[in-house]
């Protein structure tokens, strides 16, 4: 019975394999070992630095591995749902701190706010532990925080008999840019649809992206003052070639810098550490200055953007999760991080950390005058269909812009309140 | 659902019910083995059956009945959710921009359907009349083409009207047209729409061509004969035998198109994304958008389920014509 013989071999294969398959998710081995699976975004450590942590974590931790993962940022809200509603979701996520606030909502975030002080979330930066909070409770736990500058190259400033330390307001920066933009050269490379910059511009001039009144939110591109902010975006951008109808993800503006015809670009100063690493020409010619609001006493408004680590409460390790928070968190690595990354250290007695670092000085100038999307969970439906983006597009290649802000608004207005 | 599954039924089914009684073989039942040999059958196609409905019937059910419920991402998360009734269709049919979109739907159909028809059967007829070599060649573009990953297709679509980088902007401006230097074409709603529908109906042509060709070639030759003795001109041909010979093979490729081109979406959802505004938003593309950006998957599915309605409603037209048709032809 040649047959039956192969048939029974062939179950005891599929038994053995199937077993093999399950075996990895009941990570509590025989050895007493328990894996932290964790999801970290794209650019948010570094390869080195996430080596040197994880077996720093291991050695004190010796029943904890650790197991991370990098997910990148396009069509992440989406990944996270679907890990949230799922049963075997990941013990650590780190969520982007506009969208964390649909998160907390949602009730499948495990509630941390009794561990809050072992995680010293007394002088958390409110940037990252507002939006990780819900109906006073805490699911979010501040993680890192940045905003952009401009980098810029001091070569060709020097060629060009420009001085970056004398732009302090908004004209110089367009007669210095205008100026740069001769020849083969970009005075600035900014790509159409870079909306954090352009909420800069808006709330410079005052105005705002939505505002709310009586409970309910309406997009507010609308208003003179945001009218005006998209105008300065419209003169400001037409110092280069930086595309109109895409980000700076599309082509990635690092590596755009990179090539050399660009003199300045808008980014977070870790932006600079990926340009000398696509030409290593340029190292040493990079440098920064905050962006320049319209008095030359308070610098360009920005948008602070970070993230915050959320534990689901599906998940399988929460208290390991928990412990994997506290080391990332806590001064030795958030300190390393911010020197690594030029980040924000998530803690306000942190911000010594990175004084010596030209990029964070420069950060931390602009950060004075940091500011928030509009926190509220509708929010993250906004720049899941993003009509900013269009708007700007749409602007910038000919359009009346009153009559597409007031598109533009309408349509955020309907996204932000597509849940009630 | 697979582009493919519609690919395979390239054969004109036969509309006529088949009214004979039909004859069943005496069987000759040995007395034990009788049951479980009637049993075995069933047995065997029972795994590919319960596949099919598991991945087929459960999540269709399961959308109606999200549809009926208010479900969000609280929902979805907890697993529990109330039922609502009709509140959600109730929603969505009051909604004007719900109906922007089924307009927008029918028009992007009804242009995508026309025009693949129509380059279709000219290919069809001019493959017919060339020679050999010339006929293996198109038809091997044709299967080419065809054979191109929607993805890869739509991603070359994509960089072709790239607004730095695009052959479109580069042949445009070369050709002295410059005010196409580093125009984007994807900002604007209608130049977006336009070049979709290209898309779209450069990837159906080849099905649709290769059907009706191979149709073509089982027209009896002596009809043509006897039409040209007559004194018949190429269109009255085309109009008085071809088009009646094939008529079947016609309205056959006719609904695979408008099913086809109605749930278009992963070529939208690539390009696009429904945008520039609303601008390429099909049925599929409102109930993704719906579903998933803003966390509405109770709206979402009830916009599915209203696009497989308003999708069967016209099909039941074309079926119901082509049944009178048949009807009227015996």
């Known amino acids: 019975m040649k047959y039956r013989l192969l048939a029974g071999g062939s179950v005891l294969v599929l038994a053995a394999a199937l077993s093999a398959c399950s075996s990895p998710s009941d990570s509590a081995g025989g050895d007493g070992r328990t894996t932290v699976d964790v999801w970290l975004m794209r650019d948010s450590v570094s390869d080195a630095f996430q080596k040197e942590f994880t077996a720093d974590f291991e050695k004190r931790h010796p029943t904890i591995d650790v197991k991370v993962q990098i997910q990148e940022w396009d069509g992440i809200g989406q990944k996270v749902t679907a890990a949230l509603a799922g049963n075997d979701a990941p013990d650590v996520i780190e969520v982007g701190n506009t969208q964390v606030a649909q998160f907390a909502q949602s009730g499948g975030l495990l509630d941390l706010t009794d561990r809050t002080d072992e995680l010293n979330g007394e002088d958390w930066l409110s940037g990252l532990a507002e939006p990780g909070a819900y109906e006073g409770r805490q699911y979010g736990i501040p993680y890192y925080a940045a905003n952009r500058v401009v980098v810029y190259r001091t070569d060709l400033f020097e060629q060009a008999g420009v001085d970056a330390a004398a732009i302090r307001t908004r004209e110089q920066w367009t007669d210095a840019t205008a100026q740069l933009d001769k020849g083969g050269t970009q005075g600035i490379y900014l790509p159409g649809q870079m909306w954090y910059t352009l909420a800069g511009f808006i709330w410079d001039e005052g105005g705002d992206l939505a505002a709310e009144s009586g409970g309910t939110w309406s997009g507010a591109l609308d208003t003179p003052e945001a009218l005006r902010g998209m105008a300065f975006y419209k003169e400001l951008q037409a110092l280069g070639k930086g595309p109109k109808d895409s980000d700076e993800d599309d082509p990635p503006q690092a590596e755009v810098m990179a090539q050399g015809q660009a003199a300045q670009i808008i980014s977070t100063p870790g932006g600079a550490n990926v340009v000398v690493e696509k030409n290593p020409g340029l190292k040493g010619k990079l440098a920064f200055f905050p962006i320049p609001g319209k008095t030359a006493d308070t610098p360009g408004a920005v948008f602070t953007g970070g993230s915050d680590l959320v534990v689901p409460a599906a998940a399988g390790h929460p208290e390991e999760a928990v412990t994997f928070i506290k080391e990332l968190t806590g001064d030795t690595w958030q300190k390393k991080l911010a020197v690594a990354m030029s980040y924000v250290p998530n803690r306000t007695s942190l911000a010594s950390a990175v004084a010596g670092d030209p990029g964070a000085a420069a950060m931390a100038a602009g950060a004075a005058n940091g500011r928030a999307t509009p926190n509220t969970p509708g929010w993250a439906a906004v720049e899941a269909e993003n009509p900013i983006k269009d708007y700007m597009t749409a602007v910038l290649t000919g359009g009346d812009p009153e009559k597409e802000a007031a598109q533009a608004s309408q349509d955020i207005t309907r996204a932000m309140n597509a849940d009630s | ?330």
């Open chain 2, 1 to 330: 659902m697979p582009v493919a599954e519609k690919r395979t039924a390239a054969r004109a089914p036969r509309w006529r019910p088949d009214t004979r009684p039909t004859a069943r073989p005496a069987r000759p039942a040995g007395a034990g083995g009788r049951r479980a040999s009637r049993l075995w059958p069933y047995a065997l196609v029972a795994p590919a059956v319960g596949g099919m409905l598991y991945l087929l019937v459960y999540p269709l059910a399961r959308a109606v009945l999200i549809s009926l419920q208010d479900f969000r991402l609280r929902q979805l998360i907890s697993g529990d959710a109330e039922f609502v009734g009709l509140r959600n269709y109730r929603t969505l049919l009051s909604d004007p921009r719900f109906w922007e979109v089924v307009q927008r739907t029918f028009l992007f159909m009804a242009l995508n359907v026309f025009l693949i028809m129509v380059i279709a059967t000219l290919v069809a007829l001019m493959v017919e009349r060339l020679r050999r070599i010339g006929r293996t060649v198109v038809l091997c573009s044709l299967v080419l083409a065809w054979a191109m990953p929607v993805v890869a297709a739509t991603t070359v679509f994509q960089w072709l009207f790239h607004s730095e980088f695009g052959i479109v902007n580069q042949t445009l401006t070369s050709l002295g047209l410059t005010s196409f230097d580093r125009y984007p074409w994807f900002a604007n709603g209608t130049a977006s729409f336009v070049i979709l529908v290209t898309l779209i109906v450069w990837q159906s042509v080849p099905f649709a061509a290769i059907t009706l060709y191979s149709a073509l070639t089982t027209v009896p030759l002596e009809l043509y004969e006897s039409a040209r003795l007559d004194g018949a001109g190429a269109g009255r041909i085309f109009r008085s035998v071809t088009f009646p010979v094939l008529r079947p093979i016609f309205l056959l490729v006719l609904s695979l198109e408008v099913i086809w081109t109605f749930k278009a979406f992963v070529q939208i959802w690539v390009m696009t994304r429904g945008g520039p505004g609303d601008a390429t938003t099909i049925l599929p593309v409102y109930a993704v958008q719906t579903a998933l950006s803003s966390q509405r998957y109770d709206l979402g599915s009830a916009a599915s389920m209203i696009t497989v309605v308003l999708m069967s409603g016209v099909l039941v037209l074309y079926f119901r014509q082509m049944f009178r048709q048949e009807d009227e032809s015996r």
